[in-house]
Nanobody, 122 residues
Framework: QVRLVESGGGLVQAGSSLRLSCAASGGTISGYAMAWFRQAPGKEREFVLSISDGSPWYSDSAKGRFTIAKDITKNTLYLQMNSLKPEDTAVYYC?????????????????WGQGTQVTVSS
């Protein structure tokens, strides 16, 4: 059973940067699609970025500001967020599919972390 644990969230000012980590155990992240989603209060869970073993797939909100990376040696997924805006405030979740193919749909991911809160003040 894959277990995902996110860390790195916090309270920052607009324009700041944060790097989120997602440490996986119980299975490898190599060869599987992984993604970051986020959910703001009162809103549906929203796709942010996804990566398999090739090029990542970006949401419009992430383009130019966020990057995603896998470190296979550490079995960890990262989300680097730059130029943060108040509208980026949400709980951020990492997720893994039991498939190589990238998806933007939350329902197609099989394993989820507990989430980490990111709050951006104006």
């Amino acid at each position: 059973q894959v277990r995902l644990v996110e860390s790195g969230g916090g309270l920052v000012q607009a324009g700041s940067s944060l790097r989120l980590s997602c440490a996986a155990s119980g299975g490898t992240i190599s060869g599987y699609a992984m993604a970051w989603f986020r959910q703001a209060p009162g809103k549906e869970r929203e796709f942010v970025l996804s990566i398999s073993d090739g090029s990542p797939w970006y949401s419009d909100s992430a383009k130019g500001r966020f990057t995603i990376a896998k470190d296979i040696t550490k079995n960890t997924l990262y989300l680097q967020m730059n130029s943060l805006k108040p509208e980026d405030t949400a709980v951020y979740y990492c997720a893994q599919r039991s498939s190589f193919s990238i998806s933007t749909r939350a329902a197609e991911y099989d394993y989820w972390g507990q989430g980490t809160q990111v709050t951006v003040s104006s």
